[in-house]
């Protein structure tokens, strides 16, 4: 049973593959025919168009000469040959068309030259032509210049009317004034108007002066006051006056001493008090004193302490300045890759500054440097500190070098992630 099914399954397939082959050549045998049919049809059209072909060039000079397959490339070569042709005949046109304007436009330049009275003299119409254009642009140009010198003299002429009315009400004004000084110049007039001025300044002054001397002398009118005073005799009145005058200063005198004396006097009062006040008051001074005492004796010992602290720094800073500055420098120069040749100081009021030394041998003060250059300044310094106080072995040297050198090569600024790096590769 299991042979047979297999049979039966191969027998199937079979059956199967035979009627999809028949299915196939059924279709193809089909296409055949079709495309046979299609071979029939092109051969009668070809037949009929090589027959159209003959009887077209029947009687011409092709007749015999070609091919009828080569009659393609001669219709392409005649529909060239047409193209060009229309091209020749509107070139051609163009042509008859440019003439016509040029013989137009040397009747017309001629005209011009005529009307313009500009002579030939055999040149060209060209030559004309450029002529007559330059002389058309000179003669705007003149136009243009004449309307503005026209424009220009009407507001002169303007500006002089206006100037000559101007003259003739100063004239007026003039008159009216040499009439009313009885004068007949202006420089008279100004010596007049001066004399008047001065009057008028002088009869103020008088009025004033008469008023201060009726008012001194209490007296209701200047009349009064100058009759009383032509009947006093002015010898015995300077001698009243400076006799007055010396009594006031010695009364001043009397009454600035009295005013010392009661103000002493007040003080003594007010510094005498109950029976309390005058231990209070001295034991309040000797408080104070005893305060006074104490915080001048502090004061020595701090100042002395600062002293003290100070030379110490100085000492010390004698002691290892060498040392530190030659690693700072030698730091500083291998941090700016050899931009900076090392430091120096100077002493300065009050101290000292640092100096960085230039590869080109000039030198900058610590604070005109540039920010990264501060940087690595201060990184130097730290390093050239680290090696002064605490002392690493070769090793911790080697392994910082190895550290750093990447990031000067690079171009990096990060000193203080450098520094802790550095730190904790030499601990």
């Known amino acids: 049973m299991a042979v047979a099914e297999l049979f039966l399954d191969r027998q199937l397939k079979v059956d199967a593959e035979r009627a999809e082959a028949l299915k196939t050549v059924s279709a193809k045998e089909e296409d055949l025919a079709a495309r046979r049919r299609a071979l029939d049809v092109a051969e009668r059209r070809e037949e009929e168009w090589l ?36 091209e020749r005949d509107a070139m051609q046109l163009r042509i008859e068309k440019m003439v016509a304007d040029r013989d137009n436009f040397i009747v017309e330049v001629a005209a011009a030259a005529a009307e313009a009275g500009e002579p030939a003299n055999g040149d060209e119409p060209e030559q004309l032509a450029i002529r007559l254009a330059e002389r058309l642009e000179r003669a705007d140009r003149a136009r ?104 006031l200063r010695d009364l001043d005198e009397g009454i600035q001493q009295q005013l ?40 020595i010992e701090l100042k002395l302490g600062v002293m003290a602290a100070g030379n110490a ?13 030659k690693g700072a420098s030698d730091a500083f120069a291998l941090i700016t890759r050899g931009q900076y040749s090392g430091l120096a100081t100077q002493p300065v009021k009050g101290g000292e500054v640092l100096i960085a030394l230039q590869r080109d041998g000039q030198s900058k003060v610590a604070d005109a440097l540039s920010k990264g250059a501060r940087f ?35 171009g990096r600024r990060r000193c203080s992630g450098c520094l802790a790096r550095w730190q904790v590769r030499v601990r």
């Open 51 to 86: 027959v159209g072909i003959t009887a077209a060039l029947a009687g011409t000079w092709l007749e015999s000469g070609i091919s009828a397959p080569g009659v393609g490339n001669v219709i392409d070569q005649l529909a060239e040959l047409s193209k060009s042709i229309q």
């Open 376 to 410: 690595q300044l201060y990184l130097a310094l730290r390093l050239a500190g680290y090696y002064e106080f605490r002392p690493v072995s070769t090793l911790g040297a080697i392994q910082w070098t190895t550290l750093w050198r990447p990031s000067i090569i690079s």
């Open 260 to 299: 010392v004396r009661q103000t002493r006097a007040a003080d003594k009062l007010d510094a005498i008090g109950g029976d309390s006040a005058v231990a209070r008051i001295d034991a309040e001074r000797r408080t104070v004193l005893l305060e006074i005492e104490e915080k001048a004796v502090r004061y």
């Open 313 to 325: 720094l100085r000492v010390y800073r004698e002691r290892h300045r060498s040392g530190m500055m």
């Open 144 to 247: 243009e210049m004449k309307a503005n010198l026209i424009n220009d003299l009407q507001r002169l002429q303007d500006a002089r009317d206006s100037l000559n009315l101007e003259i003739a009400a100063h004239e007026r004004r003039k008159s009216e004034v040499l009439v009313a000084f009885g004068v007949t110049t202006l420089s008279e007039v100004v010596e007049r108007d001066e004399l008047l001025r001065e009057r008028d300044r002088l009869r103020a002054a008088v009025a004033e002066l008469e008023e201060q001397l009726s008012a001194e002398l209490a007296a209701e009118r200047f009349d009064q006051a100058r009759s009383t005073l032509d009947s006093v005799e002015v010898d015995s009145l300077l001698i009243e006056k400076a006799e007055s005058e010396q009594r």
